[in-house]
T-cell receptor
Framework: NAGVTQTPKFQVLKTGQSMTLQCAQD?????MYWYRQDPGMGLRLIYY???????DKGEVPNGYNVSRLNKREFSLRLESAAPSQTSVYFC???????????FGPGTRLTVT | GQQLNQSPQSMFIQEGEDVSMNCTSS?????WLWYKQDPGEGPVLLIA?????ELTSNGRLTAQFGITRKDSFLNISASIPSDVGIYFC????????????FGTGTRLQVTL
């Protein structure tokens, strides 16, 4: 049982490049989330999907888009990467939107 | 965005000592969660609390949901080297769309 998986684990982008971060969960959870973690800032919610077919903005959505591809998969896209998006990105899932969230191992992104 | 205040920010303790940390908020929450994050990994859920006044244990860890619903406490008894990491609290208010608010973390280091 893998839980929440994320790819890639590391990525370096140049300013202006685009990329998609992938996330998948095998726990049959309804809700999925994307967070970014910066030093001294804790975890901040970028976007979430309360259930398949719905997505909503979190605290820091600017510069990102998401797709809930199916119940298992939730991707995060950076259309034009900026140095301010250098961060560690975590995907999480929960059975329902108000239940405990379980996190993936993270993607470490550097934008130069 | 709102963040929870965690204290202390960091602590050095000796193996075998007990540890206490807390988390406070200006808002009330229905749910308090405690996570631990090891270097290079995603946060791992330790304890979930759902009721004001609730006291819940997980091995050497004990957490409490404050009566005011604005705070929570985590205690670790008889610390061991593998307790090293960053401990995050998180709170949510059921009925608002799916938001976990995270604390900035308490970094714990255990010396032999």
């Amino acid at each position: 049982n893998a839980g929440v998986t994320q790819t890639p684990k590391f990525q370096v982008l140049k300013t202006g490049q685009s990329m998609t971060l992938q996330c998948a969960q095998d726990m049959n959870h309804n809700s999925m989330y994307w967070y970014r973690q910066d030093p001294g800032m804790g975890l901040r919610l970028i976007y979430y999907s309360a259930s398949e077919g719905t997505t909503d903005k979190g605290e820091v959505p600017n510069g990102y888009n998401v797709s809930r591809l199916n119940k298992r998969e939730f991707s995060l896209r950076l259309e034009s990467a900026a140095p301010s998006q250098t961060s560690v990105y975590f995907c999480a899932s929960s059975e329902r939107w108000d239940y405990e969230q379980y996190f993936g191992p993270g993607t470490r992104l550097t934008v130069t | 965005g709102q963040q929870l205040n965690q204290s202390p920010q960091s602590m050095f303790i000796q193996e075998g000592e007990d540890v206490s940390m807390n988390c406070t908020s200006s808002s009330i929450f229905n749910t308090w969660l405690w996570y631990k994050q090891d270097p290079g990994e995603g946060p791992v859920l330790l304890i979930a609390l759902y009721k004001a006044g609730e006291l819940t244990s997980n091995g050497r860890l004990t957490a409490q949901f404050g009566i005011t619903r604005k705070d929570s406490f985590l205690n670790i008894s008889a610390s061991i080297p593998s307790d090293v990491g960053i401990y995050f609290c998180a709170g949510s208010l059921t009925g608002t769309a799916s938001k976990l608010t995270f604390g900035t973390g308490t970094r714990l280091q255990v010396t032999l």
